[in-house]
């Protein structure tokens, strides 16, 4: 191996996206219906009046204005990424050391674990039951155990489509010393209240994920928001 390529680079298993076309992508979760006549027109619109020569506002202001309306969340709880992916390596970045121990979910989304690799984590793997959902008093004492400093999951969960109430998720997240990162991407799907993102400006400890490349069929923009407390979106 070329020596100049870290060992925690090296480790890693090469992740190799399937590019080829398909109308329907499962794989990718990627919704297969092109935006609306009216989001199609507004998006031309700004694409027209957009100044190529300029670097966009590093605040993306308009953006989570946009959202903070949408949502009913503060402006100063709200962070925009590219996409949810930027925000979990921005998460783990801000928050880890290398060598802290961080609690994954399997089966999960798998690009957690890969981006805890990458800052140095030690991941700890919970295994979901036989029913593949989170036994949450179970996981708090795994939690406890490992002294953790970051537990990562998704609800409803990429890939099996279990989710878990917003009652649940408040419970765990107040019950464990360490930050939850709730991966809200398919909220939008859930035929019940599963969202704590009204919980996240009040407590210490909780980051909620969202994503437009989903429920708006807006995966090619790459858009994705974190909610949290505004000490931690500082």
């Known amino acids: 191996m070329n020596k100049y390529i870290p060992e925690k680079i090296g480790a890693l298993e ?65 962070v ?27 089966p999960d989304f798998s690009m957690y674990a890969f981006y805890a690799e990458l800052c140095g984590a030690e991941i700890i793997k919970y295994r979901k039951n036989d029913a593949n959902e989170i036994d949450f008093a179970e996981l708090e004492e795994v939690i406890k155990r490992e002294n953790t400093k970051l537990v990562i999951f998704s609800n409803p969960c990429n890939p099996t489509g279990r989710s878990y109430s917003a009652e649940t998720v408040a419970r765990f997240f107040s019950s464990v010393n360490c930050i939850v990162v709730a991966d809200e991407a398919y909220g939008e799907f859930s035929e019940r209240n599963i969202s704590v993102m009204d919980m996240a400006a009040e407590n210490e400890n909780l980051i909620v994920l969202k994503t437009l490349s989903k429920a708006f069929g807006m995966a090619s923009l790459r858009v994705g928001f974190a909610v949290t407390n505004a000490e931690m979106a500082s």
């Open 80 to 106: 925009a990424g590219n996409g949810s992916d930027e925000l979990i390596s921005l998460i783990f970045t801000a928050f880890v050391n290398p060598g802290d121990k961080i609690v994954v979910t399997s």
């Open 14 to 78: 090469e992740y190799r996206p399937d590019t080829s076309y398909r109308k329907i992508r499962l794989d990718a979760n990627e919704s297969p219906f092109l935006m609306s006549g009216k989001m199609k027109e507004a998006a031309e619109k700004a694409a027209a009046e957009l100044l190529s020569n300029r670097y966009p506002d590093p605040y993306a202001k308009k953006l989570i204005s946009a959202f903070s309306e949408a949502y009913g969340t503060e402006y100063d709880n709200v």
